[in-house]
Every structure is written in structure tokens, then in C-alpha cells.
């Protein structure tokens, strides 16, 4: 497991005792050989690296090296540090003291949590620094979803973040260069070197960028199955510990929910078809396992910042907030200030959305084969389909369809008789045919209404 401690190294040349600093090419043999970084190591590693002193090949060098030999949980801490100060820290008033929190997840097929989630907090009297990322692969990035709300514009300077904060309490914004620079040029070279998957490297990404956001409280949504990176629960549990111990180790108070991506999550898989989803979340509406997931990590994060004392006064607030129009209101103000027209937003928000977001001009109706109770929807066939219409990216270059994707017309539980439509692809180009027969044969029909696997999981408190 990546997760154990590595044995101190036995080799004196290489052992952790305080001594000249070492080259580049010392670090990675360090690494290679595989020894413990000292902090010492890891900070030289990362200044050189952002001053331009660590060859492309150096660095596929050391990043192969972690990758085979892993990152023990101090090093990982050690550093996640020198990656959040390799750029800026953002800071923030001194009245606004244990206010800024955030969310991250680790993403899945229809995962769009954020984009109610960050407004709710908001019109709790939290303030909600988002910086979000782009969608490669099966999960969607929560940027491209709010581009596909016209006028949206997700690179803000560092002012007009922290006039969002005083303003409205959120936005959900791309990273700047400013942030955690040393992260830009890793995360690019792990894509071209195939050494994603490393548990320190990849929770060193994540939790680097959310401690420079400069917040106290964070809530993780770690994911697994068929619909996301982690296959397995075991998997998600491990990296749970990993995000979570590292965070706190930074300072940061840390609380994780696991939860499945065994099906989708919600009903719509696809940018602008989220978005509507999340305005119906915003309403108080939509989706059971939607709602639910942005009720459990708003309280979680409302007992984190000590807001309320338990997690059943949390979950009543972020409903309240939800039922209410108050996550709404926040979320339409987020969108002015992020450069949406006023009158759309307001549209957007208040009226049937479909006069504002992208529409594909073509639809397809799923049907079910035989009459039953849906046990689940199959969630990298759905993805796959919505990917090859235009809805997702296999290479950070590849231009989106905004309008593309695949509309679910039940979730697991729900009754479905034959010849029911249970699923609408929407589409502006042909629909491949072996891709359209993965989809339509995704979804699992029983006789048993009780086969469902809940959405949570388990839940991670500090």
C-alpha cells in the first residue's frame, strides 16, 4: 500500500541526515533507489523545478521513480507544502476567520455537486473560494459545465475573487498561474508520462490547490466504481485517508463522504443538460441522490466551520436554503459577477432555462425491453456515448459540444414497464452504433425493488 510509511533507508550516502543539499540528479536517484525525501530534498526538488532548473527528462525521471517506489504519508505532506508555496497563498480578512471553505471531488460520470453546492453554503453565511478544473476522460469538469451558460467566464483575476467573497460568498473560477505553479508543470508531465495514478502525487495535486486557496474547513467526495478512477471501495478508502490526513497535516479541517459511481449520479450526463439539473436542485427539486449528496457535504462542512453543532441542524440549513430560493439567488448572483448578462441570468434562474442553454438539434429515445425495477444504469457506457457525441474530452485539446449528452428518465429504484422510454440521447452528429447498443444495454432491470445500493457509502468525520 501506498499508504505505509516507507522503512528508513539503510544506504548512509542517502539516509535523511542533514547534509549538503543535494543535486537533481542525487533526488532522483534517492527516490530510484528507493529511499525516503528528506524535506530538505523535496523542497529543493519543487524551487527547482519552478525556476526551470529540472530537465523535462529529470523530471519524467523522478515522477516514474514516485510513481514505482511510492510517497510515505510524511513525504506527501512535505510535498503538498513546497507545492503550495512554490506560488501565492491566497489571504483573507481577519473578521472572515474560520468562514472560507470548499469541496472537492474526485469525479464521476453526471457529477455536478458543485454548482449547487458552492451557492448553498454561501447563503449560509460561508464563503466558498472554488477553484475548479476542466473534464478529461468519463468525468465532466465543472468548468466546462458553467461554459455552457452564455457570457460565464472562469478566469478571474485575484481581486475579483476576493470582491465575489465580500459580495456574494462564491465563485467557481480556473486556476491561476499564480497558485501552486510547481502542480501546473507536474500534473502536465504525470498526463505524458503515464504516472497519474500515484496516490501521493495525486493527493498532493488536489490538496495543494485547495490549502493556497488560504480556507479552514474542506469537505472531500471521494468516489468508486464503474463510473470514476477508483474501481473499488478499498481504493477510495485508501486515498480518503491519504486526502484527508494530508490535509489536516496542512491545517485544514477535513471531513470525506465515499459514495458509488456504480450509476451516474443524478439523471443528466452531459454540460449544459447538468446545469438544468443543478437549477432544478437549486429549487428544491431534481434528483434524489443529487440532493442528497449536497445536503450531507454542506452540513459536513457547516459542523467542520462550526456553523452548527450537529449534522441533522446542518442538513435542515442546507435544505432550508435549497427550498427557499436563497442557494438560487446566491447562485444567479455568482453568474452576473462572472459575466452573464443580467437578464439571462435572471431567466436562467426564475424561468424554463431552455431559451438559454445550448440545445442539440437531434434526439433519440432508449427504450426498456421488459417491465421492472431499475437496480442501476450502467455509468461508462452512458459516458463513453456522451463522450463520442461531443460531451466530454479524450485530449485536453478536443473542442466540446456543449448541447451533447444523455438525459436519464429514471434513477435506481424507479418502476419502468416495457416500451418506456428510460433515457433520451441528445445529439448534433450521428450516433455511433456499437456505442448506442453499450448504452441501451446498460441498464439492470430486476423484479426486486430493493436492490439498490445507496448513493452514500460512508461518511468521515474529524
Same mark, same amino acid.
Given at each position: 500500500?501506498?499508504?505505509?510509511?516507507?522503512?528508513?533507508?539503510?544506504?548512509?550516502?542517502?539516509?535523511?541526515?542533514?547534509?549538503?543539499?543535494?543535486?537533481?540528479?542525487?533526488?532522483?536517484?534517492?527516490?530510484?533507489?528507493?529511499?525516503?525525501?528528506?524535506?530538505?530534498?523535496?523542497?529543493?526538488?519543487?524551487?527547482?523545478?519552478?525556476?526551470?532548473?529540472?530537465?523535462?527528462?529529470?523530471?519524467?525521471?523522478?515522477?516514474?521513480?514516485?510513481?514505482?517506489?511510492?510517497?510515505?504519508?510524511?513525504?506527501?505532506?512535505?510535498?503538498?507544502?513546497?507545492?503550495?508555496?512554490?506560488?501565492?497563498?491566497?489571504?483573507?480578512?481577519?473578521?472572515?476567520?474560520?468562514?472560507?471553505?470548499?469541496?472537492?471531488?474526485?469525479?464521476?460520470?453526471?457529477?455536478?455537486?458543485?454548482?449547487?453546492?458552492?451557492?448553498?453554503?454561501?447563503?449560509?453565511?460561508?464563503?466558498?473560494?472554488?477553484?475548479?478544473?476542466?473534464?478529461?476522460?468519463?468525468?465532466?469538469?465543472?468548468?466546462?459545465?458553467?461554459?455552457?451558460?452564455?457570457?460565464?467566464?472562469?478566469?478571474?483575476?485575484?481581486?475579483?475573487?476576493?470582491?465575489?467573497?465580500?459580495?456574494?460568498?462564491?465563485?467557481?473560477?480556473?486556476?491561476?498561474?499564480?497558485?501552486?505553479?510547481?502542480? &501546473?508543470?507536474?500534473?502536465? %508531465?504525470?498526463?505524458?508520462?503515464? $504516472?497519474?495514478? @500515484? #496516490? +501521493?502525487?495525486? !493527493?498532493?495535486?488536489? =490538496?495543494?490547490?485547495?490549502?493556497?486557496?488560504?480556507?479552514?474547513?474542506?469537505?472531500?467526495?471521494?468516489?468508486?466504481?464503474?463510473?470514476?478512477?477508483?474501481?473499488?471501495?478499498? &481504493?477510495?478508502?485508501?486515498? %480518503?485517508?491519504?486526502?484527508?490526513? $494530508?490535509?489536516? @497535516? #496542512? +491545517?485544514?479541517? !477535513?471531513?470525506?463522504? =465515499?459514495?458509488?459511481?456504480?450509476?451516474?449520479?443524478?439523471?443528466?450526463?452531459?454540460?449544459?443538460?447538468?446545469?438544468?439539473?443543478?437549477?432544478?436542485?437549486?429549487?428544491?427539486?431534481?434528483?434524489?441522490?443529487?440532493?442528497?449528496?449536497?445536503?450531507?457535504?454542506?452540513?459536513?462542512?457547516?459542523?467542520?466551520?462550526?456553523?452548527?453543532?450537529?449534522?441533522?441542524?446542518?442538513?435542515?440549513?442546507?435544505?432550508?436554503?435549497?427550498?427557499?430560493?436563497?442557494?438560487?439567488?446566491?447562485?444567479?448572483?455568482?453568474?452576473?459577477?462572472?459575466?452573464?448578462?443580467?437578464?439571462?441570468?435572471?431567466?436562467?434562474?426564475?424561468?424554463?432555462?431552455?431559451?438559454?442553454?445550448?440545445?442539440?438539434?437531434?434526439?433519440?429515445?432508449?427504450?426498456?425491453?421488459?417491465?421492472?425495477?431499475?437496480?442501476?444504469?450502467?455509468?461508462?457506457?452512458?459516458?463513453?456515448?456522451?463522450?463520442?457525441?461531443?460531451?466530454?474530452?479524450?485530449?485536453?485539446?478536443?473542442?466540446?459540444?456543449?448541447?451533447?449528452?444523455?438525459?436519464?428518465?429514471?434513477?435506481?429504484?424507479?418502476?419502468?414497464?416495457?416500451?418506456?422510454?428510460?433515457?433520451?440521447?441528445?445529439?448534433?452528429?450521428?450516433?455511433?452504433?456499437?456505442?448506442?447498443?453499450?448504452?441501451?444495454?446498460?441498464?439492470?432491470?430486476?423484479?426486486?425493488?430493493?436492490?439498490?445500493?445507496?448513493?452514500?457509502?460512508?461518511?468521515?468525520?474529524?
Amino acid at each position: 500500500s501506498l499508504l505505509q510509511e516507507t522503512v528508513p533507508p539503510v544506504n548512509r550516502e542517502m539516509a535523511n541526515t542533514p547534509g549538503p543539499v543535494k543535486t537533481v540528479p542525487e533526488i532522483i536517484a534517492c527516490k530510484r533507489d528507493g529511499h525516503s525525501l528528506s524535506e530538505d530534498d523535496i523542497l529543493t526538488w519543487v524551487r527547482l523545478l519552478v525556476d526551470g532548473g529540472v530537465s523535462d527528462s529529470q523530471l519524467g525521471a523522478w515522477l516514474m521513480a514516485v510513481y514505482v517506489h511510492g510517497l510515505s504519508l510524511q513525504e506527501t505532506s512535505w510535498l503538498t507544502k513546497a507545492m503550495v508555496e512554490s506560488g501565492i497563498t491566497l489571504t483573507w480578512p481577519k473578521e472572515w476567520a474560520g468562514q472560507l471553505v470548499d469541496k472537492h471531488s474526485t469525479g464521476g460520470v453526471g457529477d455536478k455537486v458543485s454548482l449547487p453546492l458552492a451557492p448553498a453554503l454561501a447563503a449560509c453565511g460561508l464563503k466558498v473560494p472554488m477553484i475548479s478544473g476542466r473534464g478529461l476522460g468519463i468525468t465532466g469538469g465543472t468548468l466546462d459545465k458553467l461554459e455552457s451558460i452564455p457570457g460565464y467566464r472562469v478566469q478571474l483575476s485575484l481581486e475579483e475573487i476576493k470582491q465575489m467573497m465580500e459580495e456574494i460568498g462564491c465563485c467557481i473560477v480556473g486556476q491561476t498561474g499564480q497558485i501552486c505553479p510547481a502542480d &501546473k508543470l507536474m500534473y502536465a %508531465a504525470r498526463d505524458i508520462t503515464n $504516472t497519474v495514478g @500515484s #496516490l +501521493g502525487l495525486i !493527493t498532493s495535486s488536489i =490538496i495543494s490547490k485547495k490549502v493556497a486557496e488560504g480556507i479552514s474547513s474542506l469537505v472531500l467526495d471521494i468516489k468508486w466504481g464503474a463510473g470514476c478512477y477508483q474501481e473499488t471501495l478499498e &481504493k477510495a478508502e485508501e486515498m %480518503a485517508a491519504a486526502l484527508k490526513q $494530508t490535509s489536516e @497535516s #496542512l +491545517g485544514v479541517s !477535513t471531513t470525506a463522504v =465515499i459514495s458509488h459511481m456504480e450509476s451516474p449520479l443524478g439523471r443528466a450526463v452531459g454540460n449544459s443538460l447538468e446545469v438544468a439539473e443543478a437549477l432544478d436542485c437549486l429549487r428544491g427539486q431534481g434528483p434524489r441522490d443529487l440532493r442528497e449528496l449536497v445536503v450531507m457535504e454542506g452540513a459536513m462542512v457547516l459542523v467542520s466551520a462550526k456553523v452548527v453543532e450537529s449534522l441533522e441542524k446542518g442538513k435542515q440549513q442546507i435544505e432550508n436554503v435549497l427550498d427557499s430560493g436563497a442557494a438560487m439567488d446566491k447562485f444567479q448572483q455568482m453568474l452576473v459577477k462572472q459575466g452573464v448578462e443580467e437578464n439571462i441570468a435572471a431567466e436562467l434562474c426564475t424561468a424554463d432555462n431552455n431559451n438559454i442553454l445550448p440545445m442539440a438539434t437531434t434526439t433519440t429515445n432508449l427504450v426498456s425491453k421488459i417491465s421492472g425495477w431499475v437496480e442501476k444504469v450502467e455509468p461508462s457506457a452512458i459516458a463513453k456515448l456522451a463522450i463520442a457525441l461531443g460531451a466530454g474530452r479524450s485530449h485536453p485539446s478536443d473542442k466540446l459540444d456543449l448541447s451533447a449528452g444523455v438525459e436519464l428518465h429514471v434513477e435506481p429504484g424507479d418502476h419502468v414497464n416495457q416500451g418506456d422510454v428510460w433515457a433520451v440521447v441528445h445529439h448534433n452528429k450521428d450516433i455511433p452504433a456499437h456505442l448506442l447498443h453499450s448504452a441501451e444495454a446498460a441498464i439492470t432491470i430486476t423484479q426486486d425493488k430493493d436492490n439498490v445500493l445507496p448513493r452514500i457509502t460512508q461518511i468521515l468525520l474529524d
